[in-house]
């Protein structure tokens, strides 16, 4: 199995995929996976959410190679997601998540939530999420109106805002 995951990971980087850019698009969801919706990013972030500062300590967690770890980090900090500072004692860096990434903790969370319902483990939940202080189980990530009521998927609609244009 480990030789089938070094030949997995070599071709990766030997063959990299070719993405589209998303740049372009006037859509805020594109533009959120423009910054940070690869999935090496995505599990970095998790990491990151979990405490994770530094390089080697990400690189052993994720099994993932050293060139595209550098390239997704360094993707994130030019995003203004991650900042990377010098240890205290200077001999490393970390990797500490900024405003922006901290705002993406409940999106982070609900794909979670999604992945153990939908993408289940027999034995049940990988994680439940709790509130620091109380240690009680924080409520699923739903979508609520201004009189907050759970909406459901059906009850929700989009309409233009301001910046969206009339192509």
């Known amino acids: 199995m480990t030789k089938l995951v070094d030949f997995m990971i070599e071709l990766y980087r030997i063959l990299p995929m070719k993405y589209k850019s998303y740049s372009e698009m006037n859509c805020s969801l594109a533009q959120t996976l423009e910054a940070v919706g690869e ?5 970095i972030l998790r990491d ?5 500062k530094r390089f080697g300590h990400f690189q052993r967690r994720l099994g993932i190679a050293r060139n595209i770890l550098t390239s997704r980090l360094n ?3 030019e995003e203004g997601v991650l900042e990377r500072r010098e240890s205290e004692e200077g001999a ?7 405003d922006q990434g901290l705002a993406l903790q409940p999106a982070l969370i609900a794909l979670t939530q999604w992945g153990d319902k939908y993408r289940p483990n027999p034995k049940g939940d990988r994680w439940i999420f709790v509130e620091r202080a109380t240690q009680q189980a924080i409520q699923p990530m739903t979508v609520r109106s201004d009189s907050d009521q759970v909406l459901k998927p059906r009850e929700i609609k ?6 969206l244009s009339d192509d």
């Not at 990151?48 to 994770?52: C, D, I, N, Q, R």
């Open 39 to 43: 999935r090496w990013s995505l599990l």
């Open 48 to 52: 990151a959410f979990y405490g994770v």
């Open 75 to 77: 993707r994130l900090i």
């Open 92 to 98: 490393y860096s970390e990797y500490f998540l900024t």
């Open 158 to 163: 989009a309409v233009a805002g301001p910046a």
